[in-house]
């Protein structure tokens, strides 16, 4: 028995509607994390319990998210990402009806090498309707 995904029009609604995401504070330009509202106590509970377990696997992507995030912003912050990670994976798994596909520990290096820049550059000026020829770089004689 899961939720009604009906209820919730984006992950980030779901996210917002459980209180796993952060609020936003912002004060003369300068903006500042907020505080989670209080949402479901019992999902919170569960989905702690689920990101503790998924940072102890290997070689998955959740494990490398939840190892970056602790390294710069300590245990408690890396457990909430690792919550809202599942929470947002849960709601495309049952909106979508797709399977659940494993990233791997490598996707935030390949999401933002340079080669899958250029794939994405490229495309929004295809979308923009303009024709790209892509070439090397020529090294200064």
Not at 68 to 80: F, I, L, P, W, Y
Not at 82 to 92: K, M, S, T, V
Request: charged residues 20%.
């Amino acid at each position: 028995a899961g939720m009604d995904m009906g209820r919730f029009r984006t992950a980030g609604h779901l996210a917002s509607w459980a209180g796993i995401c952060p609020g936003n504070h912002s004060s003369a330009g300068t903006s500042k994390t907020g505080r989670s509202r209080q949402g479901s106590t019992w999902l919170r509970t569960a989905l702690t319990e689920a990101a503790h377990a998924a940072a102890m696997t290997r070689e998955t992507y959740l494990a490398a998210h939840y190892a970056q995030v602790r390294g710069r912003r300590g245990v408690q912050k890396a457990v909430g990402a690792i919550r809202h990670d599942i929470l947002i994976a849960y709601w495309h798994i049952v909106h979508d009806g797709t399977a659940y596909r494993e990233l791997g520990p490598d996707w935030a290096q390949r999401r933002r090498g340079t080669e899958a820049q250029q794939k994405r550059l490229v495309a929004q000026l295809e979308k923009l309707g303009l024709t790209v020829t892509v070439e090397p770089e020529k090294p200064a004689a």
